[in-house]
């Protein structure tokens, strides 16, 4: 139709398709008019001659609110009548949906109005002219249609209604269904929700045709009634009708409305014999069962109340929505818990009886060995086991030489007598074969320049010289040149500016016995004599002379005291240096800037195997000499080592050292003669045997003849070492695996030792058996 809004027309379409016959009215409506028009009559015979016949936008109907057990009380009784009035037309309209509806097509006075009023243009084409009364309302019934509900419609538009009002019915059945299936109210409220552009559209035309201000319904004229009757003092404006949002189902009093039951729980089937839960029984009469715990019964779980959806008008069918899984009782869905109180352990022999269900034999002496042998030698074997494992891997001893010959032998000719001196003090040894013996009271005294020899110790001990070397040159200071002139101690004539060499001075200091040569090596190697001297204390120290003191390197002070034994560990040092043998062994000296030659005070060098060592002579010390001499014995040279302190036996100093020189003698002559070998050990003598540390034992004899160095009554001792090498676990007979010695130092003399027998490592019983 000509002048007709897109949305009128769509309208119209839609409801000549939802009535049936193609084109009629809904004749559910009738009862909604009827309830309408009476309160319509009132108003509209109340309206004056002299006012202006509007059409007015149908009264709608709004959402009410949830349904309350108080709202079932009525307040007044006109409130009563009106509800009662409204739900016999809501029963009304439901018993006639599935009738068809007549057609009655502009036959009704009433529709016509309806369709002036509901419609923008008139139905004979005529253009509406727009009012400024209605576009003042316009604003208030934009804001009221958006929660409002059209009631009546004329013409097409209440096709259209009904049209609508049959598709929510259908939504409603569906929505009925989908829940008994398991389904949700929010898969058909999302179903049936406009959508953005229908929404977008509706808003257009709200502003483009604003619709008329809502009234009353009792004060909006009645719609059977034909406008034409009315008075009417200006002429008839047709007005936009109020564009109809989609329809929201109300909360309560719903045709479609159903109540859920809630599925019945299906019946529990009847234990099987395989299912049925078993109950414990203690074999045993004195351990009650513990009882059984009472099974709690768990709650139903209430059903949550489904929120009703805001369905949206629609003609498309509704699909159904997927059966929900069921839920999961609560019970199935925690651990099982066991409410059995557990048993105390039980001995073995009761639990094997439970396992068997065969009680356990009486007790008796027999069966109880019996059972603790069976338990206790699997262990004890395994423990074996374990034992022999660990002995057998367990590593080897080390094998030792362990000596069986005599450990001492004692030389024949009864016990030698010495000519020890009368007077003074004085010592001599064998080196490394024994002492000699000892005479006087062996307390610390002054030797005098004996003190020389440590200082000559001490100056090759720190620049040693060897072989033909000759040492480093010394130029003589003043102080020695000036000391060289003194007539009360011996000295050495050298001058000041003069230089000689160390090998030279140390022949100056030990020939001549120059005071003023010890200061100047003195001086030469610590800086002054003061630290010498503590050099000197140092090294007595080392060399243990405990009873030695020194105050001066040349021993010109009293206070320089030592014994005749510290002398003799001195000389044993001192004679390792070969310079320093060679030196004390020259009778006589001759040295480039001293005129003349040299005599050495120690005139017995002369005698046959006499070689040194150093004279001493003061009037507080006497005459004394610390001497060394040798003897041939099977071939070869042993050195022997003496000193005679404190001889005073005379007037004069030099004959007090002469006298020491005459007792030195007689001592060295004497020990020449009785010193000699015999015979200790034989040719493949057995001297001992392999001692492999579990018991074995391999005997090894000597490879030659040992003989010992000493004199009549000497007792020497015999050791079996194994001459710095390891002693191995096996080898062959003939090995030589260590040797035998007697002395030391020297005077030591030794022989090889080889196996008698094969050597073999030791057996596997000799592996278990050990314990260490």
Same mark, same amino acid.
Request: cysteine-free; glycine content about 8%; overall charge negative.
């Given at each position: ?13 839609? *409801? ?24 319509? *009559? ?9 006012? =202006? ?8 109907? @709004? ?12 307040? !007044? ?46 139905? !004979?084409?005529? !253009? ?19 929660? +409002? ?27 009925? #269904? ?30 483009? !045709? ?57 019946? @529990? ?13 203690? &074999? ?33 069918? =509704? ?11 609560? *019970? ?18 009761? &639990? ?13 002496? &027999? ?77 610390? +005294? ?20 060897? /072989? ?44 001549? *016995?120059?005071?003023? $040569? ?70 006589? &000296? ?32 006497? /005459?004394? %000499? ?15 080592? /003496? ?12 004959? @007090? ?7 030195? %003698? ?55 070492? #194994? ?8 080898? @062959? ?15 030591? $003399? ?21 314990? /260490?």
């Amino acid at each position: 139709m000509a002048g007709e809004s897109p949305e009128e027309a769509e309208q119209q379409e839609s *409801s000549q398709e939802a009535t049936p016959g193609g084109g009629g009215r809904d004749p559910r409506l009738s009862v909604l008019r009827e309830s309408a028009s009476s309160s319509a *009559s009132s108003s509209a015979s109340s309206a004056g001659s002299g006012a =202006v016949q509007v059409d007015q936008p149908t009264a709608v109907f @709004k959402s009410l609110a949830p349904r309350a057990p108080e709202d079932d009380t009525p307040a !007044d009784p006109a409130a009563e009548g009106e509800g009662d009035r409204l739900r016999a037309a809501v029963a009304a309209w439901v018993a006639t949906g599935d009738q068809p509806s007549e057609t009655a097509e502009g036959t009704d006075a009433d529709s016509e109005s309806d369709t002036e009023s509901a419609s923008p243009v008139s139905g !004979d084409g005529e !253009d509406s002219a727009p009012a400024e009364s209605a576009e003042a309302s316009a604003e208030p019934e934009a804001a009221e249609s958006t929660d +409002a509900e059209p009631a009546k419609a004329d013409g097409d538009g209440e096709s259209w209604f009904a049209a609508r009002k049959a598709t929510e019915t259908e939504a409603e059945g569906s929505r009925a #269904d989908v829940t008994e299936q398991g389904g949700t109210q929010a898969d058909v409220t999302e179903a049936e929700r406009p959508t953005e552009d229908e929404s977008d559209s509706e808003d257009e035309a709200a502003q483009a !045709d604003p619709p008329a201000p809502a009234t009353p319904a009792a004060e909006a004229p009645a719609a059977d009634e034909p406008a034409a009757d009315e008075p009417v003092d200006a002429p008839a404006v047709d007005q936009p009708t109020a564009v109809f949002k989609a329809v929201r189902p109300p909360v309560v009093d719903q045709p479609t409305t159903a109540l859920k039951i809630p599925p019945t729980p299906p019946a @529990k089937a009847a234990e099987s014999d395989a299912e049925r839960t078993s109950q414990f029984i203690p &074999l045993r009469r004195d351990l009650p069962e513990a009882p059984a715990p009472k099974a709690t019964p768990q709650p139903r779980p209430k059903a949550q109340p489904q929120p009703q959806p805001q369905a949206k008008p629609s003609t498309a069918p =509704v699909p159904p929505a997927a059966p929900a899984a069921p839920a999961t009782p609560a *019970s199935l869905t925690e651990a099982e818990r066991t409410k059995q109180q557990p048993m105390p352990p039980l001995p073995p022999l009761d &639990l094997l009886a439970e396992l068997t269900n065969t009680p356990p034999p009486p007790p008796t002496p &027999l069966r109880t060995a019996v059972r603790r042998v069976r338990i206790w030698t699997p262990l004890v074997v395994l423990l074996l086991i374990v034992f022999a494992v660990v002995q057998f891997v367990r590593p080897l001893p080390t094998p030792a030489l362990t000596l069986s010959a005599a450990p001492t032998f004692t030389f024949e000719g009864g016990e030698m007598t010495m000519p020890w001196p009368t007077e003074g003090q004085g010592a001599a040894e064998v080196e490394g074969v024994g002492s000699l013996g000892t005479y006087g009271v062996q307390k610390p +005294a002054p030797i005098a320049s004996v003190a020389k020899t440590m200082t000559a110790y001490v100056i090759l001990r720190d620049h040693p010289i060897k /072989g033909n070397q000759t040492g480093p040159e010394i130029t003589v200071d003043r102080k020695a040149g000036e000391q060289a002139k003194a007539k009360d101690e011996s000295t050495a004539q050298i001058k000041e500016g003069q230089q000689y060499t160390e090998k030279e001075l140390l022949q100056l200091l030990m020939i001549p *016995s120059g005071n003023n $040569v010890a200061r100047l090596l003195a001086r030469w190697d610590a800086g002054t004599e003061a630290a010498f001297v503590e050099k000197m204390n140092a090294a007595a120290k080392d060399l243990g002379m405990t009873d030695s003191v020194y105050t001066d390197p040349s021993g010109l002070q009293s206070t320089t005291v030592s014994t005749p034994l510290d002398q003799l560990k001195l000389a044993k040092a001192v004679m390792q240096y070969d310079v320093f043998r060679e030196i004390v062994d020259m009778p006589n &000296l001759t040295v480039d800037g001293i005129p003349g030659r040299i005599e050495n005070n120690n005139n017995i060098l002369l005698k046959p195997g006499v070689r040194g060592i150093k004279t001493g002579s003061s009037t507080p010390a006497g /005459g004394n %000499l610390l001497w060394a001499a040798y003897t041939v014995v099977d071939g070869k040279e042993r050195r022997i080592l /003496g000193v005679v302190m404190g001889a005073k036996d005379a007037a004069l100093l030099n004959d @007090k050292l002469q006298l020491a020189i005459d007792y030195s %003698l007689k001592l060295i002559q004497h020990a020449q003669k009785d010193v000699t070998s015999a015979a200790v050990v034989r040719k493949g003598q057995v001297v001992g045997y392999v001692d492999d540390g579990l018991g074995g034992r391999t005997p090894v004899v000597a490879t030659k003849e040992l003989k010992a160095i000493g004199w009549p009554g000497l007792k020497v001792g015999l050791a079996l070492t #194994d001459g710095g090498k390891a002693v191995p676990h096996a080898g @062959k007979a003939g090995d030589v695996v260590g040797q035998v010695s007697i002395g030391t130092g020297a005077g030591k $003399v030794s022989a090889p030792v080889a196996l008698q027998t094969d050597l073999v490592e030791p057996g596997f019983d000799k592996k278990l058996t050990r314990l /260490g």
